[in-house]
C-alpha cells in the first residue's frame, strides 16, 4: 500500500490556514485498497518544531471501513499509561503551534479498490518558524492500539508516511497583503464518466500491435488461443494465404472485443467483461489526469451505470440517454441477441441488443484523417511494388532501386494482402460515405467524380464553430476573476448532435468497422521491421507508433505532402474521441445545461487545443483565431469552414514551393532546378473538378 502525504502550500503567514491530504492507494494486481486496510485502524500525525525547546505534537484519528467506505472519527488523546496499567483520555490539550485540527474529509468510497484521499485542515498558525509533519497508520482494532501506544509498546505493523516541511513566517503589517485566487469551482454532472469511458475504451495500436503479435508470434495467452481459433475456422478463398487470414480475423477478433462501449457490471472491476484492456486500468498512483479533468473529483465507472444510464421499458436492460429515445421511437421492433437472428423463428426483423446496449466507440472520421495523411497510399505504393508494377506519372519511380530481398520474410503476409484486395472496400466507398456522415471529400486522381444523393453540408460550420467557442471558453478560464459561460458550447453542441445524427443511417457503424479494420491491419504491415528495412527513415524521430516514420519515408520518396504523419494521426485520434462524446451524449436533452457543456469543455481541454493545432499543421488554417479580429478579412474567416482537402491541397503547393526554393539557394542560387520525379500531376477534386 502506497502513502503520501502532501500539503496544500509549503510556506504561509502567521494567521493563514493549511490543508493536509494523505493518499492511500493499492499496488496493481494486488490486493484492493479496502483489503489492505482492514475494517479498522488508527493514523498518527506529528507535528514537530524545529526549534530545540519544543515538544512534538501527537495527534490520533480511529479510521473504519464499512460499507460507505473510508471514514475518519474524531481524534482521540492517549497519554501515557497509569500505574496499574489503564490508559488516561481527556480533552485535547491547548495546541502550541495553531488552534486546531481537525479531519475534513467525507467518506471515501472504495469500490474501485484505486485509492482514497484523506483531509485534515489546520486551523490558524500561531507560531512562526519551520515545522516537521508526519506520522503513521496502525492497523487493527483502535482501543488495542491505544494501550499499546500509551505503554510504548512496539507495534510491528506501522507504516510511516511522510514527512512534508512547512514554513510560518510572520507577515509585515506595513507590507502588502498576499492575495491568492483560485480557478472557480466545478459543479458535477453525470455525463462525466461517459466521456472517462470514451477516452479509455476508443481503439490504441498499441495495444492492438501486442494483441497480433502474441496471435502470429509468441501465442501467448488466452485472448490469442481464442483469436486463433476464431480465424481458423475462416480461410480465405485463395492459396497459401493462412498467416494473413490469421492477420485479417483476429484483427475482426480484436474489434469485437474492443471497439464497444461495455457497461455491464463487470465495469467496476475490469473482470468478467471479455475485454482485452483492464478496466479500470492498474496504477499504482491515482489517476490524477482523471482527476484533474474532472476539477478533482474521484472517478467512478459504477457512477455511468447507476447515474447516467437510464433504464429501458419491459426490463430490457440499460442504455445512454440518447439511445433511449431512439428505443422509445421503434417501440414496436423486438430485442434480439445474435443467436436469434441466426436460429430463431423470427429472423427478418429486429434490433441487436449488442448494439443498443454496447454502442462501437469508432468514428469515420479518425480514417479519413489517417487516409489524407498517406496510410493507404503508402502501402498501396509497397504492393505495387511488390507486384513489379511501375507507378503511374512521369519520372522513373522512387522504389524501383530498392531491393525487394528485406520483404522477403513478410512475403506470404504481402501475398495474402495483395490477393485481398477484391474483398476490400474501394476508396470511392469510403470517400462517399465520408461525405454522408461529415460532408468532407478526398481530392487525388483516383477519386471518381460520382455525385452524391446527400452531403453533410454544414457539419464543417458546426464543428469549427464548437472548437473556436471552446478557445473563447478556455481564454475566460484562465484568468481567475472570470466565471467562464458554457452556454456558447452548448449551443455550438446540440448543433454538431443533431448533425451527427442526421448522418447515422445506412453505412453507419458498418463501414467505418470494415475501414478501421483494414488500416488497423495496413498499421501493422507498416510497423513490421522488414518494412523498416526496406524504405529507411529516419529512426531517432519519436514518432507515437512504429507505422508513422515509414509513412513520412514514403511521402518524402514520392513527392507527396511533407507535412508529419504526427499530426494526421492526433487529427484522427483527438477527432474520434470528440465525435463520440457528442454523438452519445444527450446534447439536446431538456436536463441538460450549461453546466454540462462546460464539464465537457474542461474535460477534453487537451483533445481539443492539440486537434486545434494539428488542424492548423494539416491546411493552414487557424481555428483558435478571433473571428471579431478588424485584422482578419471575412474571406479569410470562411476559409475555416472549407473542405479539408481543398486546405491541404493549397497548403502542399506551398510547402513544395518552399522546398523547391530551398533547394535552389541551398545550390548557390543558381537556376531552378525541375523537381527529381517531374511535376506533380493534376488531381481531381472530390466535385469533379481539376486542380492545378
Known amino acids: ?374 496510410l493507404v497510399q503508402t502501402l498501396n505504393a509497397i504492393s505495387l511494388r511488390f507486384q513489379n508494377v511501375r507507378r503511374p506519372g512521369y519520372g522513373p519511380d522512387p522504389l524501383a532501386g530498392l531491393n525487394l530481398d528485406p520483404l522477403r520474410p513478410m512475403a506470404n503476409l504481402m501475398w495474402g494482402y495483395i490477393e485481398d484486395e477484391r474483398n476490400r472496400l474501394t476508396l470511392n466507398r469510403r470517400n462517399l460515405e465520408y461525405q454522408y456522415e461529415y460532408g468532407i471529400g478526398l481530392i487525388g486522381r483516383g477519386v471518381q467524380p460520382i455525385a452524391v444523393a446527400e452531403n453533410r453540408t454544414f457539419f464543417l460550420r458546426g464543428f469549427h464553430s464548437l472548437l473556436r467557442a471552446c478557445t473563447e471558453f478556455y481564454q475566460q478560464a484562465n484568468f481567475t476573476t472570470v466565471i467562464p459561460d458554457g452556454f456558447p458550447i452548448l449551443n455550438c453542441l446540440r448543433e454538431v448532435h443533431m448533425t451527427l445524427a442526421e448522418g447515422a443511417h445506412n453505412q453507419y457503424g458498418d463501414l467505418p468497422w470494415t475501414a478501421r479494420a483494414e488500416m488497423l491491419t495496413q498499421q501493422w504491415l507498416l510497423a513490421r521491421p522488414e518494412v523498416r528495412e526496406f524504405l529507411g527513415g529516419r529512426v531517432m524521430v519519436p514518432y507515437t507508433e512504429p507505422w508513422m516514420d515509414r509513412v513520412d519515408t514514403m511521402k518524402t520518396l514520392q513527392g507527396w505532402n511533407p507535412t508529419n504523419i504526427t499530426h494526421f494521426r492526433d487529427l484522427g485520434a483527438f477527432g474520434e474521441q470528440l465525435l463520440l462524446s457528442i454523438r452519445y451524449g444527450a446534447w439536446n436533452s431538456p436536463t441538460i445545461g450549461a453546466v454540462n457543456a462546460a464539464n465537457w469543455a474542461y474535460y477534453w481541454r487537451q483533445e481539443i487545443q492539440r486537434y486545434i493545432h494539428a488542424y492548423k499543421a494539416v491546411t493552414g488554417v487557424d481555428l483558435a483565431t478571433d473571428l471579431g479580429d478588424v485584422r482578419q478579412q471575412a474571406p479569410d474567416n470562411e476559409e475555416r469552414y472549407l473542405q479539408p482537402a481543398q486546405l491541404i491541397e493549397r497548403q502542399n503547393a506551398l510547402q513544395q514551393s518552399q522546398l523547391r526554393r530551398s533547394r535552389q539557394l541551398s545550390a548557390g542560387l543558381g537556376p531552378l532546378r525541375r523537381p527529381a520525379f517531374g511535376p506533380l500531376p493534376r488531381r481531381r477534386a472530390f466535385n469533379g473538378d481539376l486542380l492545378d
Not at 10 to 22: I, K
Open 1 to 374: 500500500m502506497n502513502r503520501e502525504l502532501s500539503i496544500d502550500a509549503t510556506q504561509v503567514a502567521l494567521g493563514d490556514d493549511s490543508t493536509l491530504t494523505l493518499t492511500l492507494s493499492s499496488e496493481p494486481r494486488k490486493k484492493p485498497l479496502a483489503t489492505e486496510l482492514g475494517t479498522q485502524g488508527l493514523i498518527k500525525l506529528t507535528v514537530d518544531h524545529l526549534a530545540d525547546n519544543r515538544p512534538v505534537e501527537a495527534h490520533y484519528f480511529p479510521y473504519a471501513v464499512d460499507g460507505s467506505g473510508l471514514q475518519l472519527r474524531g481524534e482521540v488523546v492517549i497519554t501515557a499509561a497509569k500505574p496499574g496499567g489503564s490508559t488516561s483520555k481527556n480533552t485535547p490539550p491547548p495546541k502550541l503551534f495553531y488552534s486546531k485540527l481537525e479531519p475534513v474529509t467525507k467518506p471515501q468510497p472504495l469500490n474501485t479498490g484505486q485509492s482514497a484521499d484523506l483531509t485534515w485542515s489546520v486551523r490558524v498558525w500561531d507560531q512562526p518558524g519551520t515545522f516537521v509533519i508526519g506520522g503513521e497508520l496502525f492497523i487493527g482494532d483502535p482501543a488495542t492500539l491505544e494501550r499499546d501506544l500509551a505503554t510504548d509498546a512496539a507495534l510491528p505493523n506501522a507504516l510511516d508516511f511522510g514527512p512534508v516541511k512547512l514554513r510560518v513566517q510572520q507577515q509585515d503589517p506595513t507590507g502588502p497583503v498576499q492575495v491568492t485566487m483560485k480557478e472557480a469551482d466545478r459543479e458535477e454532472s453525470n455525463d462525466q464518466a461517459l466521456w472517462g469511458l470514451i477516452r479509455r475504451r476508443t481503439i490504441s495500436f498499441s495495444q492492438y500491435q501486442g494483441f497480433i503479435n502474441r496471435v502470429l508470434c509468441t501465442q501467448d495467452g488466452s485472448e490469442g488461443q481464442r483469436a486463433r481459433a476464431y480465424a481458423q475456422g475462416r480461410p480465405l478463398a485463395f492459396s497459401r494465404s493462412a498467416s494473413y487470414s490469421m492477420l485479417k480475423y483476429a484483427t475482426e477478433f480484436f474489434l469485437m472485443q474492443e471497439a464497444g462501449l461495455a457497461m455491464g457490471d463487470a465495469l467496476d472491476t475490469g473482470a468478467g467483461s471479455g475485454n482485452l484492456n483492464s478496466l479500470p486500468p492498474s496504477h499504482a498512483q491515482p489517476d490524477l489526469d482523471e482527476q484533474r479533468r474532472l476539477g478533482g473529483a474521484p472517478f467512478s465507472l459504477s457512477a455511468l451505470r447507476d447515474n447516467y444510464l437510464e433504464q429501458l421499458e419491459n426490463e430490457e436492460g440499460k442504455v445512454l440517454p440518447y439511445f433511449k429515445i431512439i428505443r422509445e421511437k421503434l417501440a414496436e421492433v423486438p430485442l434480439k441477441n445474435p443467436q436469434d437472428l441466426i436460429g430463431g423463428d423470427d429472423v427478418c426483423y429486429g434490433i441487436l441488443k449488442s448494439k443498443l446496449q454496447a454502442p462501437p466507440l469508432m468514428e469515420l472520421i479518425w480514417s479519413y484523417w489517417h487516409e489524407e495523411g498517406g
